[in-house]
């Protein structure tokens, strides 16, 4: 199968003065059935195994079973690339879960190494509740038109999906227009150049986002809010943009059940 789209989450800011070379080593890959991990002879596979039992048991079985059909353990070293999710076809109803073992460590003694681990494996868990079929529904639309629902390179968000809910609520004002301008003018091929924009687009808009990762796209921005509403508290008087968006997911029962699942099996990791 063709993978068609990897979202990749980093530790650290968004921007290097020099962004590193790709330096990504594979260190095996495996089916996933039903929830279920496929053995097979790849070396790293007794971690394969561990990560993704920790993967499946922290989430909402119903959802991964559904949709996570292949585990990749993928490094490039520590504290860069720690995760990603793929879209395995053009109808968004098979994905691929890309983890770095180096970062993603829960024998780690490093109580911030374990923080870290939590904290990338929920993020991913967003991109799958926002990106899904259910969500996004394939399309040759590329260009983001005015008062029309979201457009992702999945596909054009469906109105009433938690992310184009979410980019009419807090990416209007210009701010998605100015973010499209720097995807199609800086994006395309010159790395150094987008990652300074788009850390230029956190700075003018610091308020607004709740890390400077979050600037990187609408899809960062929401996963990056999932991970603060299901890790943090409610926000009882929010003040900043930022903090209305991790108020934002409890207007959804399903996922206030989700968060309450998901705060009742990380405390064994933590």
Known sequence: MKIKFLILFFLGAI??????????????SWEIKNGIFI???????????????????????????????????????????????????????????VLDPIDVDFTSKDETRIHQSIYTLVHEFGHLLTLNHTQIKPTKKREQEKGEPYVTIEGVAVKNSYINKFVEEFWGGGLLKEWDYIQRNFCVTEQKSCLE???????????????????????????????????????????????????????????????????????KYQ
């Open 39 to 97: 053995e097979n002879n790849d070396e790293e596979t007794n971690i394969a195994r561990y990560n993704w039992n920790i993967f499946y048991n922290m989430f909402p079985k119903r959802i991964t079973q559904r949709y996570i059909k292949k585990l990749v353990l993928m490094t490039d070293g520590e504290d860069e690339k720690t995760g990603a999710l793929g879209a395995l076809n053009d109808k968004n109803n098979e994905w691929q879960l």
């Open 197 to 267: 924009k788009l850390y230029g687009l956190y700075k003018d808009n610091y308020t607004d986002f709740l890390t400077d990762y979050a600037a990187e796209s609408p899809e960062e921005d929401i996963a990056e809010s999932w991970t603060a509403f299901v890790l943090g508290d409610k926000i009882e008087n929010p003040e900043t943009i930022a903090e209305k968006k991790i108020n934002f997911f409890y207007q959804f029962e399903e996922l206030v059940y989700y968060r309450k699942v998901i705060r009742k099996n990380i405390r």
């Open 15 to 28: 921007v290097h003065p020099d962004p590193p070379a790709n330096t990504d080593v594979t260190l095996g």
